[in-house]
């Protein structure tokens, strides 16, 4: 198999990376469904786009690939077989199974729509009013299929790991669909299509989300145990791992974060920026140094070794070998500044490559923390963007790193 996926880091050169624009299901979010669409507050689309548009620009600019996911779906969509099948599943996987006149009523008018409308729309929802009150169920919403606001975050719905990826099962109703859009593209898409191994598949009882997921190196992954991603999920998907002769993946370290929507996934308080030096949101942290952690490892006996450990810094050094670490406080250790630049992302840094990030404008304090401890920063603008509670890393799923 020539794979068509490679991340063994978390910072080796990014040469590929899958995004997603925002588009009308930002519209589509009301004071009323916000909470359950996951955001806290309604960005304003024009901007949100223009902010989306340059950051992409700025990765281009870096000698990144960009490839949207929405362009991957239609490409597959244009299959005529593939678009009847999927939009059946995509509509059953919203609640309306196929021997219902109401699933009918969507197949018949998601099937006068052109490839690009048909993508938009899946994306956007279909509201009530768009059919002349002729339906027969009457539904609570003004949407009969939900929008998929948080798509943009293109991080949560897979998590790609060496040559392979999970597909995952999402916590909450209003993302668990944007894992089906993954699982077509890597099913039919030829890029992808054979070339790449699946981990895990979206039909499993157990939760397991992206922005938990981060690659220390080619053979240990740091994997949050947060509100999104269950102890349970991460034994499973180390057990896959340690089991693969297709996976160099030999260590895993769980990390205990505090389930709130500020740290929905542990890339919202901690990332890797270089060979020996870390984002970290001191907030997380008892007494400036210590957190709950399960390290799992396989021994080349192939027996599994768990242990407890609390020392950030020193079970850092253990399964890295770095011996120089360096953890990069948020908002510089100010509580204030922290816990302000925290919640607009200010631990949720890209890198591009090892020393050098995509960041949020907005976290000057971080900015400037980063800049001194020698990291090349370029920074985008995130006025509107930041409102869905996610930044670079969040916004983008590596498909290729040196
Ligand atoms: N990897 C991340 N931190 N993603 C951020 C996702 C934000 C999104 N509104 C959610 O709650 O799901």
């Known amino acids: 198999m020539v794979p068509a996926l490679q991340v063994n880091s978390e910072i080796g050169r990014l040469r590929t990376v899958l995004l997603k624009r925002p588009g009308d299901e930002l519209e589509n979010i009301t004071p009323a469904s916000m909470g359950e669409l996951l955001f806290d507050d309604i960005p304003y689309l024009k901007i949100a786009q223009a902010e989306h548009d340059a950051f992409a620009a700025t990765l281009r600019e870096q000698g990144v690939e960009t490839l949207y996911i929405e362009q991957l779906v239609a490409d597959v969509l244009a299959d005529a077989h593939i678009r009847s099948q999927f939009t059946a599943q995509f509509i059953t996987e919203h609640g309306y199974q196929p021997d219902t006149p109401t699933f009918a009523d969507l197949m018949g008018y998601l099937r006068g729509f052109s490839v690009s409308d048909l993508v938009a729309k899946l994306y956007a929802g279909v509201r009530i009013d768009e059919f002349d009150n002729r339906l027969e169920q009457p539904v609570q919403t003004p949407f009969l299929m939900q929008p998929l606001p948080n798509a943009y975050f293109t991080r949560d719905p897979q998590s790609v790991i060496g040559n392979g990826l999970t597909i995952n099962r999402m916590t909450y109703p209003v993302r668990q669909v944007e894992s089906l859009l993954t699982e077509l593209v890597m099913t039919y898409h030829p890029r992808f299509a054979g070339h790449v191994n699946i981990w895990r598949s979206r039909e499993v009882e157990t939760c397991l989300e992206g922005g938990d997921v981060l690659i220390l190196n080619e053979h240990t992954l740091a994997v949050g145990l947060s509100e999104r991603t269950e ?172």
């Open 231 to 402: 102890q349970a999920a991460v034994s499973e998907l180390a057990e896959t791992l340690f089991k693969s002769v297709d996976s160099q993946i030999d260590t895993v370290l769980m990390i205990q974060i505090p389930h709130s929507h500020a740290t929905m996934h542990l890339d919202t308080v901690f990332t890797m920026v270089n060979n020996n030096q870390f984002t970290m949101y001191p907030g997380v942290l008892a007494g400036g140094k210590e957190i709950e952690m399960v390290l799992a490892r396989r021994k080349s006996s192939g027996e599994v070794v768990l242990g407890r450990r609390t020392d950030l810094i020193a079970t850092l050094r253990e399964v890295t070998g770095e011996v120089d670490l360096d953890l990069i406080l948020t908002g510089a250790g100010d509580p204030v500044h922290a816990s302000r630049e925290q919640w607009n992302d200010g631990s949720n840094t890209l890198t591009i490559a090892p020393g050098e990030v995509i960041t949020y404008d907005r976290n000057h304090v971080s900015n400037n923390l980063l800049r001194e401890h020698g990291i090349i920063v370029h920074e985008v603008r995130s006025s509107e963007l930041s409102r869905g509670r996610g930044g670079p890393r969040c916004m983008t799923q590596p498909i290729w790193r040196d």
